[in-house]
């Protein structure tokens, strides 16, 4: 079962997760997906064949070195523009965690990352937030 509030990208990725169980690991007793577990194999096998379903590792590859973007240069700016070109429903923390992979960033180099922040600076604010935000203040000023 997945949470039917869970936005697109967070469900669809629980979808592929539980995806794996049903089709991998049925013959268990009991399984049980949790952060108790998460570094259990099972728990680990599942998270990525979510990503891989969602972003095929060799396309993501493929994808940076037609951006020219060499092993270990690749930047936060980069993944923003991969995420928005091919509007992968992965996160950026999928996405950071193949580029690390990969060898594309050196592990860690993501950490401190805003990663909403750097997409409104290269994209601009989309339309539906502009409009929440003027709603949230409009808000305000009448209390
Ligand atoms: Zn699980």
């Known amino acids: 079962m ?6 697109d990208s967070p469900a669809i990725f629980t979808m592929g997760h539980e995806l794996k169980h049903f089709l991998v690991d049925r013959d268990y007793k009991t399984l049980w997906c949790g952060d108790d577990n998460v570094n259990d194999k099972i728990e680990i ?6 990503a891989e379903l969602m972003f095929p590792e060799k396309d993501f590859e493929d994808l940076l070195v037609q951006m020219e973007v060499k092993k270990g240069e690749c930047n936060p700016e980069i993944l923003v523009r991969l995420k928005h070109a091919t509007k992968t429903t992965l996160s950026y923390a999928g996405l950071v965690k193949k580029a690390e992979f990969l060898g594309f960033a ?4 993501f950490n401190r990352v805003k990663w909403q922040q750097l997409e409104d600076q290269i994209y601009g604010v989309p339309i539906h937030r502009q409009i929440k935000r003027q ?8 209390w």
Request: hydrophobic share 35%; glycine share 8%; charged share 30%.
């Open 2 to 7: 997945v949470n039917r509030f869970l936005p």
């Open 135 to 142: 709603r949230k203040q409009a808000k305000e000023l009448t």
């Open 45 to 50: 096998g599942a998270e990525v064949f979510s």
């Open 106 to 109: 050196p592990k860690g180099s």
